[in-house]
């Protein structure tokens, strides 16, 4: 059995508590604690309690392949919604229900889902099959159908196999009515790594990812589940060397695997796979997308890492930014040059733009690689494709250095239950797990973490391993420590330990889990359930 499949049973087997195993495309059945069900009535009674507008915001998206054109001359064949990568934004407001029906136009027998990055939604809408859902088989339809009721910057992709790294991702904007910042314009700005249909797929990237590095004969120990990574770094081997070259003399190529990526702010290895682009609004560094304004005016960024493994610092040439929230939280406003933007990390950034053509660099941050945009209020040249505005040295804002604003901050609480979440595995066989325990494996207990509604719950993220991982909850937000900001998807820097506190108060079952896609795939993933 794949390890999709597998994952598919305990999926199934986790989702069956009180109401019966959800189906998927294939037959699937396993012993579960008692876990509250997706179709339980605590899930209804806490989407009741959402304030809503009454007002329906009805949309259908089409997942099929397509051929896109990323500008420049590079055109890709891939999978999207609608046939445009980023798909079509979808922007409604706090309150409205949104009803998003899913058709299934995906080749051969391939399923697919939607999962809402970010959203404290229903739990029987969250778009991981099987555990919430039922699978969308090819030539299917799903409506998904959740009161928003949390404004932010969010935005949406499957949960099946690696399919996020391909073009099924859009940005979601959910406004506040009250908005209290003051702006002349938007702009939404999405960044992406891309691989598909250029030099390969994703499935061929994660299939050569899973060799691990074994086959290299470097020596050391590949037994523990701290593995490690060092060897990622062999050779000192750039981003640009050749893809068919053989990583050992009697090892396997290196045709995606990316080898010396190094970052001081990520503390170490910056990430497993070499992308021929990096994307910014779906277009690459040669062929930008540019945003046309007026000097003076003030824009709000609202900027989305779509990545599967590259962190980004974002920086706009010749100007400062003031960051107002993260993961659609507010946070006590701060003064940047550049942040540091994880895979499935938002920001939303005020700048007010001066006169003249200025670059908005996505630096793929440690891999000497960069998206690029063009800000265009006056005249003047377009920057070279690789430009490097000084800003990108200056101050470097992350989620550490930030404090959630007062009305959004955990009131104080007694903490009812702490749980270790241990980050391990290593490249050695890419063998990457929460606590030990690949999630999917067959050997693998899968153990949830088990909540009950009405905790305050404490997660501590024990990183054992040498690589950074944004570790992502969904459902809900959790605070960084006693006064950091509000997030759903936080950065874990190699061999530290980060502290997240959270109300439980979503009940149902949910993914937490590395966002980086291919090592949640190979197992950084676990289910936290709310006991029956």
Same mark, same amino acid.
């Given at each position: 059995?794949?390890?999709?499949?597998?994952?598919?049973?305990?999926?199934?087997?986790?989702?069956?508590?009180?109401?019966?195993?959800?189906?998927?495309?294939?037959?699937?059945?396993?012993?579960? @604690?008692?876990?509250?069900?997706?179709?339980?009535?605590?899930?209804?009674?806490?989407?009741?309690?959402?304030?809503?507008?009454?007002?329906?915001?009805?949309?259908?998206?089409?997942?099929?392949?397509?051929?896109?054109?990323?500008?420049?001359?590079?055109?890709?064949?891939?999978?999207?919604?609608?046939?445009?990568?980023?798909?079509?934004?979808?922007?409604?407001?706090?309150?409205?229900?949104?009803?998003?029906?899913?058709?299934?136009?995906?080749?051969?027998?391939?399923?697919?889902?939607?999962?809402?990055?970010?959203?404290?939604?229903?739990?029987?809408? #969250?778009? =991981? /099959?099987?555990?919430?859902?039922?699978?969308?088989?090819?030539?299917?339809?799903?409506?998904?159908?959740?009161?928003?009721?949390? @404004?932010?910057?969010?935005?949406?992709? /499957?949960?099946?196999?690696?399919? $996020?790294?391909?073009?099924?991702? !859009?940005?979601?904007?959910?406004?506040?009515?009250?908005?209290?910042?003051?702006?002349?314009?938007?702009?939404?700005?999405?960044?992406?790594?891309?691989?598909? *249909?250029?030099?390969?797929?994703?499935?061929?990237?994660?299939?050569?990812?899973?060799?691990?590095?074994?086959?290299?004969?470097?020596?050391?120990? +590949?037994?523990?589940?701290?593995?490690?990574?060092?060897?990622?770094?062999?050779?000192?081997?750039?981003?640009?060397?050749?893809?068919?070259?053989?990583?050992?003399?009697?090892?396997?190529?290196?045709?995606?695997?990316?080898?010396?990526?190094?970052? #001081?702010?990520?503390?170490?290895?910056?990430?497993? =796979?070499?992308? @021929?682009?990096?994307?910014?609004?779906?277009?690459?560094?040669?062929?930008?997308?540019?945003?046309?304004?007026? @000097?003076?005016?003030?824009?709000?960024?609202?900027?989305?890492?779509?990545? +599967?493994?590259?962190?980004?610092?974002?920086?706009?040439?010749?100007?400062?930014?003031?960051?107002?929230?993260?993961?659609?939280?507010?946070?006590?406003?701060?003064?940047?040059?550049?942040?540091?933007?994880?895979?499935?990390?938002?920001?939303?950034?005020?700048?007010? %733009? *001066?006169?003249?053509?200025?670059?908005?660099?996505?630096?793929?941050?440690?891999?000497?690689?960069?998206?690029?945009? $063009?800000?265009?209020? &006056?005249?003047? +040249?377009?920057?070279?494709?690789? =430009?490097?505005?000084?800003?990108?040295?200056?101050?470097?804002?992350?989620?550490?250095?930030?404090?959630?604003?007062?009305?959004?901050?955990?009131?104080?609480?007694?903490?009812?239950?702490?749980?270790?979440?241990? %980050?391990?595995?290593?490249?050695?066989?890419?063998?990457?797990?929460?606590?030990?325990? /690949?999630?999917?494996?067959?050997?693998?207990?899968?153990?949830?973490?088990?909540?009950?509604?009405?905790?305050?719950?404490?997660? #501590?993220?024990?990183n054992d391993t040498t690589m950074w991982h944004p570790m992502h909850l969904h459902g809900h937000t959790y605070q960084l420590g006693d006064s950091g900001p509000r997030k759903d998807t936080a950065i874990v820097l190699p061999k530290k330990k980060l502290s997240v506190f959270f109300d439980?108060?979503?009940?149902?079952?949910?993914?937490?889990?590395?966002?980086?896609?291919?090592? &949640?795939? !190979? *197992?950084?993933?676990?289910?936290?359930?709310?006991?029956?």
């Open positions: 059995m794949n390890s999709i499949n597998r994952r598919s049973v305990l999926l199934a087997g986790l989702g069956a508590a009180g109401a019966g195993v959800l189906s998927a495309c294939t037959d699937s059945a396993s012993t579960t @604690p008692a876990l509250v069900s997706p179709s339980d009535s605590a899930v209804a009674a806490a989407e009741k309690k959402r304030a809503g507008t009454g007002r329906q915001h009805k949309i259908t998206l089409t997942a099929a392949p397509a051929t896109i054109d990323l500008g420049g001359g590079v055109r890709a064949k891939t999978w999207t919604f609608d046939g445009r990568a980023p798909g079509k934004e979808v922007r409604l407001t706090a309150g409205d229900t949104l009803a998003a029906e899913l058709a299934n136009q995906l080749p051969g027998k391939t399923t697919t889902s939607i999962h809402w990055h970010g959203i404290a939604l229903r739990n029987d809408m #969250d778009g =991981v /099959p099987p555990a919430t859902q039922t699978a969308v088989c090819a030539g299917s339809t799903f409506t998904y159908r959740f009161i928003a009721d949390a @404004p932010g910057t969010y935005f949406f992709h /499957p949960h099946v196999g690696v399919q $996020l790294d391909r073009g099924l991702y !859009a940005p979601l904007i959910v406004e506040d009515p009250r908005e209290p910042l003051a702006y002349d314009d938007e702009w939404v700005i999405v960044l992406d790594d891309w691989v598909d *249909g250029v030099t390969g797929t994703p499935d061929e990237v994660f299939a050569e990812l899973k060799q691990g590095m074994g086959g290299m004969d470097m020596g050391g120990d +590949s037994g523990s589940g701290t593995e490690s990574h060092d060897m990622h770094n062999m050779g000192n081997m750039s981003d640009d060397a050749s893809p068919s070259a053989s990583a050992s003399s009697g090892g396997m190529s290196s045709r995606f695997m990316l080898m010396g990526a190094e970052s #001081d702010l990520l503390g170490g290895d910056a990430g497993d =796979v070499k992308y @021929p682009y990096h994307l910014v609004n779906g277009r690459v560094a040669a062929d930008p997308d540019v945003y046309t304004g007026k @000097p003076g005016r003030k824009v709000r960024l609202r900027i989305i890492n779509a990545g +599967s493994d590259t962190a980004y610092r974002v920086a706009l040439g010749g100007h400062r930014m003031t960051i107002t929230h993260t993961d659609g939280f507010p946070i006590q406003h701060r003064q940047t040059d550049a942040l540091l933007v994880g895979m499935g990390e938002r920001y939303d950034v005020l700048v007010t %733009l *001066g006169d003249g053509v200025f670059p908005l660099v996505a630096l793929a941050e440690g891999k000497n690689a960069n998206g690029l945009a $063009l800000v265009r209020t &006056g005249s003047g +040249s377009a920057p070279s494709a690789t =430009v490097r505005p000084k800003e990108l040295s200056g101050t470097v804002m992350t989620a550490s250095r930030l404090r959630a604003a007062d009305d959004v901050r955990l009131k104080s609480a007694r903490i009812d239950v702490t749980h270790q979440v241990k %980050l391990t595995g290593g490249m050695m066989h890419y063998n990457w797990a929460i606590n030990g325990k /690949p999630f999917g494996m067959a050997d693998s207990d899968a153990s949830p973490i088990l909540i009950e509604e009405g905790q305050r719950v404490r997660l #501590d993220f024990v439980a108060d979503n009940p149902g079952q949910w993914m937490l889990h590395c966002h980086n896609a291919y090592h &949640g795939e !190979a *197992g950084m993933m676990t289910n936290v359930g709310y006991q029956a």
